[in-house]
């Protein structure tokens, strides 16, 4: 049973995914869905779950309010077996856009403004979405001339040239970090020079000043780096300590802020340290070369991280690039250029060779060729004629042609694919949860190997030991990197999300990806799904009195009334023979087996032969073996009757799609064994099976009984995954492990899949498949980097390798190795970009 629930107080997305979290924790539920700007939840549970109890489970979250919809007078009422599709998530934001953690710290929470992620401290990164800025227009001899239309400047007459937009913030981010690193290594350099001078014989800088003022210049140095360059970096430290949520910065800050302090009270207090710290002529070592360098590295490693986090979402970006700025419309007569955001169901555009499909439509007047490969990843253009589907973003390659906009703004299908994809790259991956519990420690047990790392070399450690026991200890505290850890499963994510959408296999979440390469076991519907989905009418046979025409103009208005594809058929069968309809009475539709209806005081029906038993009509022997003739060559029959007697059978053909074997037949090889559960007849089905070569079939399957199916294949053990087209299939596709959506279907059955493909073709499953082997041997791969990474870095930075080799690891070193981790995980994802689907 299904209950709807309105909820208030949900202002973001993170809000949405709490308390989705929250109610799905409730014993008895089986599935919540939240919709943020519908303000709804939809729950399905085995049993009544008392109103009160959901409420308790928001109960530490007052801002939520939960009441229960359209309640009846004992609260009780339920809708069964009904799937809403939920709306576009459109957020009302009011600062500079979306913002979002790249390590998902707090799931799937956004942010209006940039700055740095209060959990990890890494710099937030901005969700890029459809919103068209304005084309605006300037004089280049007049900046201050602005216009939304090109033209003539007022001033001095030149044409105007289109204004430049703004930088982006990743662009701002960037190029701050650039600034901070110039100057941090403008100031660092020379601090360098100084205190490496000691190792030149005849040192010549002690020839100029001592080294007590030497540490003076380096200190006057060093304050640009600390107090500017390197400051969020303990402002980012602070706040983690404060907060409690450790991290990266916690140790950098600490590891920088403890030799700078140092060094400071060294250069102004020598006489409280003892002999070990310092130098032949008395002063203490200083280290505001190791809080300096470290400071400029881990600025170098944190701009190639931002220069390489713009690559990773570089397959929105480029998605982006297909939304053009503006349409050519049709007002009149006569052609208007109008920014897009103009544009209103309805409009009539023209498109021009070369340019981009501005908004979902169909094509009123005209042919073309449409590069569709931005969409569906297929490379060879497809013709349009009147009457034919266009999709936004895609390329008009030859032909002028007149479209009538159906579908503008958030609604088209390049705006979905885009929010699907933001979406997914700010999901959690389940095997993610083995990093969130480790990172909740890491930093902690850093901080402890740190101080057993100075105890031991203050114990153990030869003369002077104090010296090596600090530098070891920072060592230890700068090479650590639970950040590498943090970004092994979001990249890798993130960059086959937007892998999987430049080829046309939209993935609705990270756990989706994850389950992908678990599934062993493909359940597929026939029609729509290894068909075409374009069912047409091969002929019309009657037995008895009914000519042909006769009973072709009652089965064609009877199917008038009917959504079915194969109703659609016969009624298009219907009007290319030019019958005339008839009214009907009493229709109805029965799901899997077929329509009935009065037609002129006679009792019409058009369907399967389960229709015929539960009419009681009667079919004579030899129509039935005429019928059994044409399902044994795998065509679809469906039967007439007229008072309770079969006079007839349709026969309807449903083109296999050329690439329906191809991609069976590698699945197959890949072990995943494939079932079809078809509504047709057992000949038609075995027909098509034994064409495929399926695993197995079962036919003359109600829509109910698909889902019964899955259940016992999981039951079994089986991972199963559903493909499916139509509204039947949504309480299948929400039952299996993994639900497959053709993007040629409905909306109620993408809403409920977790996998769209938006060419609504089995080869979609195939790249599905690659992609999501692809995606996890990546993520396994940075993980184990990180692993690697942090279980040999510290013990070497504490100094292990000391008593064996006389190797010691400088915090300089660490510092390198520190900034080059995290950059490391990250362009091993990309590589993820030239994965061949």
Known sequence: MTHKYSVTGMSCSGCQAKVQQLLSAVDGVEKVSVDLPGGEAIIEMKTHIPTAALKSALKDYPKYQLEEKNSSANGNQHTQNKIKPLAVNHIHNHGDGIYYCPMHCEGSKTYDKPGSCPVCGMNLEKEHTVSVRKKQYTCPMHPEIIRNAPGSCPICGMDLVPK???????????????????????????????????????????????????NWVQFALAIPVISYAGWMFFQRAW?????????????IGTGTGVAFLFSVIAMLFPGIFPAQFKTMNGSVFVYFEAATVIITLVLLGQLLEAKAHTRTNGAIRELLKLVPSEATLIINGEEK?????????????RVKPGEKIPVDGKVIEGESSIDESMITGEPIPVDKNVNDEITSGTINTSGSFIMVAEKVGAETLLSHIIKMVNDASRSKAPIQNLTDKISRYFVPVVVAVSVITFIAWVIYGPEPKYTYAFVNSIAVLIIACPCALGLATPMSVMVGVGKGAQSGVLIKNAEALEKMNKIDTLIIDKTGTITEGKPSVEKLITVGEYSAENALQKIASLNKYSEHPLAGAIVKYGKAKNISFSNVKEFKAIAGKGVMGTIDGKRVASGN????KEIHSVIPEQLEEKVSEEQKSGKTVSYISIDEAAIGYVTITDKIKDTSKKAISILLEEGISVFMLTGDNKQTAKAVADELRLTGFKAEVLPGDKMKEIKRLQDAGKKVAMAGDGINDSPALAQADIGIAMGTGSDAAIESAEITLVKGDLHGIVKAKKLSKGVMKNIHQNLLFAFIYNTLGVPVAAGILYPFFGILLSPMIAAVAMSFSSVSVILNSLRLRKLKL
């Open 164 to 214: 430049e937009p703004a930088d982006d913030d990743e662009n701002k981010t960037y190029k701050d970090l650039l600034k901070k690193f110039k100057i941090s290594a403008l100031f660092t350099f020379p601090v360098l020079i100084i205190a490496m001078s000691d190792m030149v014989s005849n040192n010549p800088l002690m020839k100029i000043m001592s080294q007590e003022k030497w």
């Open 239 to 251: 706040r983690s300590v404060i907060t409690w949520n450790l991290n990266m910065f916690t140790l």
């Open 337 to 349: 250029i109008i920014p897009i955001d103009d544009i209103k169901e309805g409009d009539k555009l």
């Open 609 to 612: 032969k389960k229709l015929m």
